[in-house]
């Protein structure tokens, strides 16, 4: 009996490839798993591509609200960011497709797992862990580590030389990967670091802010518990609330970014990539943040976001660790709920407004007009305190200097430093008339 390999399908080249080459290289039977994780795909052809190319059987499993529940809210949630801009629109994805591919190769009963993401590349990363990390007993097989084939061009005659016929060309095209939250864009003149993007010819998602309206858009969301619910006063389930800021934000220019990041493997590249819906989330749930959750908290919590954002990148995220951090951000969370209005103007994104029922902004003590919760004199005993690790060292840097020798003194110790003075003075007289 052949062994079963199950193959992460996308329907595009690379993929179509494997699966012949399998079947050459490993003599088993291939069935191909297409994850819909709301990328824009004609499954039936993507299905009937994988069938025509020798896979015996072909899956789509549609996952869309598992990817929005169990790891984009909770990433955004998080507040969980690379690099100080990608919002990990793949990363997020990655190791959700390697648990799909888990799940089928324990139905079908299959010996490994196969993917195609490239040596050089961090999904290789991403998928191995996940895999490793659900299923430790399952073969990986990333063909791009092991095959002849260098180019798109060796894979295209590789094709031809067994007659398979696939509607893909020659032509160059940017490398892309596309959710339900973002779509990313790598290769051509972004190889260069010093080239500006051609950002007319490659985006699908967003109109470059030159083009977006010369008019103000107002969008209201709203959050329960750090989960944006609603938008512009109406409840809306998450798949369908991200379409909808997807189409608003791409509208006007929002969440466009060009950025030389730095890959799990240790080299440094260059994408662009488009997440108008999840810019405007990020920035409304940051907004509630500010007015919901105190000065200590919000400030570890901003640690975490930052480690959070490396575990998710590097593929980590089936990790004691992710999971303890995410546990963290569940209880940060409670308290998060309201509604935050947001001005979208030609790709910038302001605030206009928060309202919380959480809320820790207390007017009494922020209004210049002096409320029953604060006491200014209280200000002078606590900057005292507080600042008193300031006095001590500047103190010490004086006695290096040969300057002042002692903390000021109070007033009964002036007094007492006066009488000193005055009874050395005394001695020193009476010696002087002895002499």
Known sequence: ?????????????????IIPWLKENQDCEVIAVCVDVGQIADWKAISKRAMSTGASACYVADVKQEYVDDYILPTLRAGAVYEDKYLLGTSTARPL????????????????????????????VRFDLGIMALAPDLEIIAPWRTWKLKSRQDEMR???????????????SYSMDDNLWHISHEGLELEDPAAEPQFRKMLSMTVTPE??????????IEFEKGIPVGLNGKKMEGIALIKQLNK????????????????????????????????????AHKELEHVCLDRQTYAF???????????????????????????????????????????????????????????????????????????????????????????????????????????????????????????????????????
């Open 301 to 435: 919590k901003q640690q975490v976001s930052l480690k959070m954002g490396e575990l998710i990148y590097g593929g980590l995220w089936f990790t004691p660790l992710r999971e303890a951090l995410s546990s963290f951000v569940d209880v940060t969370q409670q308290t998060v709920s309201g509604t935050v209005k947001l001005k979208l103007y030609k790709g910038s994104i302001n605030a206009a407004g928060v309202t919380s029922p959480n809320s820790l902004y207390n007017t009494s003590l922020a209004s210049f007009t002096t409320g029953e919760l604060f006491n200014h004199s209280d200000a002078k005993g606590f900057i005292k305190l507080y600042g008193l690790p300031v006095l001590v060292r500047s103190l010490m840097q004086q006695q290096k200097k040969g300057g002042a020798k002692s903390a000021p003194a109070s007033s009964s110790g002036k007094a007492k430093s006066g009488a000193s003075k005055t009874s050395s003075t005394k001695k020193r007289t009476t010696s002087r008339a002895k002499k």
């Open 248 to 283: 608003i934000g791409g509208a006007n220019g929002i969440g466009i970014v060009d950025i030389v990041e730095n890959r799990v493997v240790g080299m440094k590249s260059r994408g662009v990539y488009e997440t108008p819906g999840g810019t405007i989330l990020y920035y």
């Open 158 to 172: 590789y094709l031809a030389r067994r007659k398979i016929q696939v509607p893909f060309t020659k032509k160059n």
């Open 211 to 220: 083009k977006a309206p010369n008019k103000v858009e107002y969008v209201e």
């Open 1 to 17: 009996m052949k062994k079963k390999i199950i193959l992460a399908y996308s329907g595009g080249l690379d993929t179509t490839v």
């Open 97 to 124: 497709i390697a648990k799909v591919l888990v799940e089928y190769a324990r139905k079908e009963n299959a010996a490994a797992i196969a993917h195609g993401a490239t040596g050089k590349g961090n999904d290789q």
